[in-house]
Nanobody
Framework: QVQLVESGGGLVQAGGSLRLSCAAS????????MGWFRQAPGKEREFVAS???????????LYADSVKGRFTISRDNAKNTVYLEMSSLKPEDTAVYYC???????????????WGQGTQVTVSS
């Protein structure tokens, strides 16, 4: 069982930056692929980014086309935490952002077993 708690959301102007954090419980954090998803009002939840349990040589990350080059996912296995650095934010990035985990080796956009409660990100124009 994994419990996830997101933080770092807020209100930011277009073009600004924000960093989200997700703290995970448990002692086997590095066994989990971690992901970030978002859900805007009236829309379905969508994949944002994911990262493998162990990252080396810059590999082991995956991004949605809409955030590629603007968002960076990273993790600190010693702190059981995954991050989402967001820059050049746009009003269309406004959504509730969710952290998710799956006990797997292969990175993917689906099949996550554990979810956080979400944190609101609002980008004003």
């Amino acid at each position: 069982q994994v419990q996830l708690v997101e933080s770092g959301g807020g209100l930011v102007q277009a073009g600004g930056s924000l960093r989200l954090s997700c703290a995970a419980s448990g002692r086997t954090f590095s066994n989990y692929v971690m992901g970030w998803f978002r859900q805007a009002p009236g829309k379905e939840r969508e994949f944002v980014a994911s990262i493998t349990g162990v990252v080396w040589s810059g590999r082991g990350t995956l991004y949605a086309d809409s955030v590629k080059g603007r968002f960076t996912i990273s993790r600190d296995n010693a702190k059981n935490t995954v991050y989402l650095e967001m820059s050049s934010l746009k009003p269309e990035d406004t959504a509730v952002y969710y952290c998710a985990a799956k006990n797997a080796i292969v990175i993917s956009t689906t099949g996550y077993d554990y979810w956080g409660q979400g944190t609101q990100v609002t980008v004003s124009s």
